[in-house]
């Protein structure tokens, strides 16, 4: 089953309808100024979650008003995000798949927040993405998987480690193959891989890895 949150970040509007178009999701969760988005482009949110500081007035009071769709609203004085708080949505709906629109942008901080969100999905077996038009980011389930080149999501491909380190990291089908590598976080040695083959191969023994691809 396929979660897919709305959050508050930049959104490219053609990508993002395309996406959404192919992704064929079960949920819509609206977060916060996300839920602009949706009542531009007409999307009808399952749920709709957030502190709502960041959203333009008018708009959730239309929800209200005109659909039955749950609202959870929040103090803005909380211990963790609107994105975070959504994503923790999509886990209790027994999500096998999250995916997260808005939640790249302009904020660093909360690009980082959103990576290590990711966390809490992987601890749960979850698969979960971050998304955008130039990047998909993830924390992959399975230690041993595969890339096929024809599904790529964009010319590049970089590793890194959630936390001290990947050790045991082995790339087959890369420009730049690894066998069983120490992977650090204070190196760039995992940035902007290529795969070379028709099919890539990754597996690591331990830590959790960050997987990014990206296109310019």
């Not at 004085?77 to 994503?87: E, H, Q």
């Not at 038009?133 to 993830?138: E, G, L, P, V």
Request: glycine share 8%; aromatic share 10%; net charge negative.
């Amino acid at each position: 089953m396929k979660t897919l949150i709305i959050t508050g970040g930049n959104i490219d509007t053609d990508f993002a309808l395309s996406f959404i178009e192919k992704l064929k999701a079960d949920y819509v969760i609206g977060v916060d100024r996300g839920l602009l988005f949706c009542y531009e482009q007409k999307i009808m949110p399952d749920y709709i979650v957030g502190d709502f500081d960041s959203l333009p007035n008018g708009i959730l009071e239309w929800y209200k008003k005109n659909s039955n769709v749950p609202v959870r609203e929040y103090n803005p004085v909380k211990d963790a995000t609107d994105t975070m708080i959504a994503l923790e949505k999509a886990l209790e709906l027994k999500s096998s798949q999250i995916w997260i629109l808005g939640g790249t942008g302009t904020r660093i901080d909360h690009v980082l927040c959103n990576i290590h969100i990711l966390k809490n999905a992987y601890l749960a077996g979850v698969k979960a993405y971050l998304v955008d038009k130039h990047n998909r980011i993830s924390l992959p389930v399975e230690k041993h998987f595969y890339l096929e080149k024809e599904e790529q999501f964009g010319e590049y491909v970089s590793f890194f480690p959630l936390g001290e380190e990947v050790e045991g990291l082995t790339l087959k089908g890369f420009k730049y193959p690894l066998d069983g590598y120490c992977l650090r976080n204070l190196e760039g040695l995992g940035v902007s891989n290529e795969i070379v083959d028709e099919r890539a191969e990754v597996s690591w023994e331990t830590g959790i890895l960050v997987m990014i691809e990206s296109r310019d």
